[in-house]
């Protein structure tokens, strides 16, 4: 389906195309930008991808988390990629142009992996909250028919929400200037530029907002009440410092994630410029998926272990076939 642009004070079409305005205020710097860039979206594409193998051969790692893991680095893959390659091209041309159908389709895709992200984290909090308070009941509960259920009704939301909510939003048509003063077509910049009064849109935006994100986040909260509350009745220091070392990689990424979404959609934007709002998204959309990966095998016990077994046959295999 394809949308048009229109005029606020003519009422006529102008263009079906939008202008992603982005970066363009840097100039020169728009080479080097694209260069760090490119190597952060190369590390985070190789980091996502080595912990998902490692996963897959990994004996070791066959668990409830892991098979979370493997998903949300799968969603990070595909998160980063539904803005970071169209900037890269941006920041190398002139004409920094999108089609109105090419926009509405990355608000889609980058909204799903947002939704289905807080889903999938807070599936991963339940997990954790499983392991600790209940572990003799653990793998009962966390069967992996309930793994691959909680999995599929956070992409299922995800992809369901946001299919009538992107739709609906671009259904309005859209008015005004054709500048987005954004580095992708993310959904506050298009509300404004909306044909029709956006009031019934900003309570559906509201909705999904209390429904499928503060939800979750609560969920998450919840989790980690009960965690903690486990972990500080355990007789052992040694006892608990093992007990928070499970989760402690989970909730650093729930911080992050959610961290810098706040910063992006939530923090009042009076005191801000266009420039540090641009930087701020950066970190939600770009910085944020790099580090997930580095998070999980640096801070994890298993992960490392699992890394170093595959080192060593690897590295066994090939002095074998050298002999």
């Known amino acids: 389906m394809i949308y048009s642009a229109r005029d606020a004070n003519t009422n006529e079409t102008i263009s079906d195309v939008l202008i992603l305005v982005g970066f363009s205020y840097v100039n020169k710097l728009q080479i080097l930008l694209f260069l760090v860039l490119l190597v952060i979206y ?82 991963m909090a339940y997990d ?15 069967s992996g028919q309930v793994c691959a259920l909680l999995t599929g009704a ?22 005004g200037s054709n500048r987005i003063h954004h580095f992708f077509c993310d959904a506050p910049p298009i509300l404004k530029m909306a044909c029709a009064d956006t009031s019934q849109i900003n309570i559906l935006v509201f909705t999904v907002a209390v429904l499928f994100i503060l939800s979750p986040f609560l969920l998450i909260l919840l989790s980690y009440i009960c965690i903690i509350s486990t972990i500080l009745k355990l007789p052992s220091t040694e006892g608990r410092r093992k007990a928070f070392s499970t989760c402690s ?23 801000s410029t266009r420039e540090s709002d641009l930087l701020i998204s950066l970190l939600n959309t770009i910085v944020a998926p790099v580090l997930n990966p580095i998070i999980y095998t640096l801070r994890n016990k298993e992960v490392k272990g699992a890394l170093r077994n595959i080192l060593k046959k690897s590295t066994f295999a090939h002095s074998r076939r050298n002999q």
């Open 154 to 175: 956070s992409w299922f939301i995800g992809i369901s929400v946001e299919l009538a909510h992107t739709t609906w939003i671009f259904s309005f048509g859209l008015c």
């Open 249 to 271: 990689s989970h909730l650093m990424v729930v911080t992050l994630f959610y961290g810098t979404a706040v910063l992006s959609y939530l923090v009042p934007k009076s005191g």
């Open 42 to 123: 190369l590390a985070t594409l190789i980091g996502n991808l080595l912990v998902i193998l490692l996963i897959k051969l990994s004996p070791s790692l066959k668990t409830p988390m892991y098979f979370f893991l493997v998903n949300l680095s799968f969603l990070e893959i595909c998160f980063t990629t539904s803005i970071v390659p169209q900037l890269l091209v941006h920041l190398l041309v002139e004409e920094k142009t999108i089609s109105i159908a090419s926009c509405a389709a990355q608000m889609y895709f980058f909204n799903i992996m947002g939704l289905t992200e807080c889903c999938l984290l807070s599936a």
């Open 128 to 142: 954790r909250y499983v392991a600790i308070c209940h572990p003799l009941h653990y793998t009962t509960i966390m």
